[in-house]
Nanobody, 115 residues
Framework: VQLVESGGGLVQPGGSLRLSCVAS????????MNWYRQAPGKERELVAA????????YYADSVRGRFTISRDNAKNTVYLQMNSLKPEDTAVYYC?????????WGQGTQVTISS
């Protein structure tokens, strides 16, 4: 079982990034998929989530309207499209998959917003 994030980097404020999370060893279609982030000195926080049934999605207040979570079951991949990025979005972003007692994490990808 593995989750591998990619797509992080350094962008200027107002820019965009798309994070990808490729899963192996299980099907993302059967899991609630989540994106968390952790900034230096802060607790890890849930940024966005997509349910395994239906199309239910959750966004933290701080990113609603700017971030979009999506899933491509055929590619076994989850995405986080991030627009209008702000310096306070700087963090390590983690992909998470959860179903009952099963809880998997990726290694994280660094996102830095700076001019």
């Amino acid at each position: 079982v593995q989750l591998v994030e990619s797509g992080g980097g350094l962008v200027q404020p107002g820019g965009s990034l798309r994070l990808s999370c490729v899963a192996s060893g299980f099907a993302v279609s059967g899991y609630g998929m989540n994106w968390y982030r952790q900034a230096p000195g802060k607790e890890r926080e849930l940024v966005a989530a997509i349910a395994n049934v239906g199309d239910g999605r959750y966004y933290a207040d701080s990113v609603r309207g700017r971030f979009t979570i999506s899933r491509d079951n055929a590619k076994n991949t989850v995405y986080l499209q991030m627009n209008s990025l702000k310096p306070e979005d700087t963090a390590v972003y983690y992909c998470n998959a959860r179903s009952g007692p099963r809880n998997y994490w990726g290694q994280g990808t660094q996102v830095t917003i700076s001019s």
